[in-house]
C-alpha cells in the first residue's frame, strides 16, 4: 500500500506563515510528481495551489504566485509547501497528490493524502 501522509496544517493569523509536509510510505518504485490542491468547502473542487516535477521544476496557481513556495526531498519522498503572507481566502482543505510507480515503471497511479485544514483569521 502506499500512503501520503500530511502534516503542519493549522490556524494562523492573516499574514503568517505556515509549512506544510507530506510524505510517501509504503511500498513503491519510484515517486514522480508531487503537489499540493485544495478545497475551500465540500461543495466545490480541488484546484491546484502547486506542483513539482522529481527534476524539481515546479508550477504555482496564480493566487500563490510570490506567497507559497513548493519544494521537495526525493531521498525522503517528501514535498513541502511554505505558505508566507496567508490571506483569509487561503482557508481550505489542502491534499497532498502524488504521481507513483508502485509496481513498475510502466505504469503509474495516482495517490491522495487524506487532508490538512488550513485556517486563516482576518
Known amino acids: 500500500q502506499v500512503q501520503l501522509v500530511e502534516s503542519g496544517g493549522g490556524l494562523v493569523q492573516a499574514g503568517g506563515s505556515l509549512r506544510l509536509s507530506c510524505a510517501a510510505s509504503?511500498?513503491?518504485?519510484?515517486?514522480?510528481?508531487m503537489g499540493w490542491y485544495r478545497q475551500v468547502s465540500s461543495g466545490e473542487q480541488r484546484e491546484l495551489v502547486a506542483?513539482?516535477?522529481?527534476?524539481?521544476?515546479?508550477n504555482y496557481a496564480d493566487f500563490v504566485k510570490g506567497r507559497f513556495t513548493i519544494s521537495r526531498d526525493n531521498a525522503k519522498n517528501t514535498v513541502y509547501l511554505q505558505m508566507n503572507s496567508l490571506k483569509p481566502e487561503d482557508t481550505a482543505v489542502y491534499y497532498c497528490?502524488?504521481?507513483?510507480?508502485?509496481?513498475?515503471?510502466?505504469?503509474?497511479?495516482?495517490?491522495w493524502g487524506s487532508g490538512t485544514q488550513v485556517t486563516v483569521s482576518s
Open positions: 497528490n502524488s504521481n507513483i510507480n508502485r509496481v513498475h515503471l510502466r505504469s503509474s497511479s495516482e495517490y
Open positions: 506542483g513539482i516535477t522529481s527534476g524539481g521544476d515546479t
Open positions: 509504503g511500498r513503491f518504485v519510484r515517486v514522480n510528481r
